[in-house]
């Protein structure tokens, strides 16, 4: 059986997906003999150890569930506007798994994803696969893309992602460095993940830009997120004489390590992990220290 969407450019360019929908109240499109419902799905890590990024989703899609209630008005005619959420619980497989639920169970005609390429990533590639218009956000456009092995002179047909990249990242958290007196030895904590290949990337990654900034690195190597022994990390990071301490870590792991670490007298003049320090719920059981 055969999907009838509406048009990919024309959708997009006409609802530009939720701030838009809210926002908008006629659109030029081709005309709609009949009101159709139309369908958004939206993923994100609402459980598992992600969780946090997603807390502000239900309450962000109830507004716009209120504004939309009346319906969209397209070229003249009202339709209804239908908001389906998924979570991933912070899986790549049940990222992917609930994207196909979306696609051929819900039969949405847009599909949304936020939070980590954990989550945006395997959306985005199902969008890609079954031609379904597809936006992502708050996900480093390098893990994004590449994690997707994206080519940059193709691109992709059917999925758009807006975020800053980690040109913005590295550029904050050395500025921050600066700020410090150290002897700018940093060591990484970098999972074997698109956010950890694509921060550690000797091309695109913090390594070339720490070199040039003056910084030397200390890097273990990957480790898989679920990790719950840090020890040759810190070992290294002992041995080496490091003195600041970066990384994309999710916070279940950030709390293993930051206890050994205390344990094992490792105590670092600056720590800033993305993921794990974002958000000041994930830290605040740690203490002052």
């Known amino acids: 059986m055969s999907r009838k969407f509406i048009t990919r450019r024309t959708f997009i360019k006409t609802t530009g997906v939720a701030g838009t929908l809210a926002a908008t109240g006629g659109l030029a499109m081709p005309a709609i003999a009949a009101p159709k419902t139309i369908r958004i799905g939206f993923v994100s890590p609402e459980t598992g150890p992600l969780a946090i990024f997603a807390e502000p989703d239900r309450f962000t899609i109830e507004q716009f569930s209120r504004g939309l209630a009346?319906?969209?008005?397209?070229?003249?005619?009202k339709h209804p506007v239908e908001i389906i959420v998924k979570d991933s619980q912070s899986s790549s497989n049940r990222a992917s798994s609930v994207a196909q639920d979306l696609i051929f169970g819900d039969r949405v005609d847009i599909l949304c994803a936020?939070?980590?390429?954990?989550?945006?990533?395997?959306?985005?590639?199902?969008?890609?696969?079954?031609?379904?218009?597809?936006?992502?956000?708050?996900?480093?456009?390098?893990?994004?893309?590449?994690?997707?092995?994206?080519?940059?002179?193709?691109?992709?047909?059917?999925?758009y992602h807006f975020f800053w990249g980690l040109e913005d990242v590295i550029s904050t958290f050395i500025n921050m460095w600066d700020e410090v007196p150290t002897n700018k030895v940093v060591g990484a904590l970098w999972p074997n993940d698109p956010d950890g290949n694509g921060w550690s990337d000797k091309t695109v990654g913090f390594p070339p830009v720490m070199e040039k900034r003056g910084y030397s690195l200390v890097d273990p190597g990957r480790f898989q997120s679920g990790s719950d022994d840090f020890s040759a990390q810190i070992s290294a990071f002992k041995n080496a004489g490091v003195e600041i301490v970066t990384g994309v870590v999710v916070p279940p792991d950030f709390t293993s390590f930051w206890t050994q670490a205390a344990q094992q007298g490792f105590a670092p003049k600056v720590v800033n992990v993305a993921k794990a320090t974002e958000f000041p719920q994930a830290v605040a059981g740690l203490g002052q220290r």
């Open 70 to 77: 009346d319906g969209l008005m397209i070229n003249g005619t």
């Open 114 to 159: 936020a939070s980590t390429p954990d989550t945006t990533n395997p959306v985005a590639d199902q969008a890609e696969l079954n031609g379904v218009p597809c936006v992502t956000n708050d996900t480093p456009w390098q893990p994004h893309f590449f994690g997707r092995q994206g080519d940059p002179k193709t691109g992709f047909q059917y999925t």
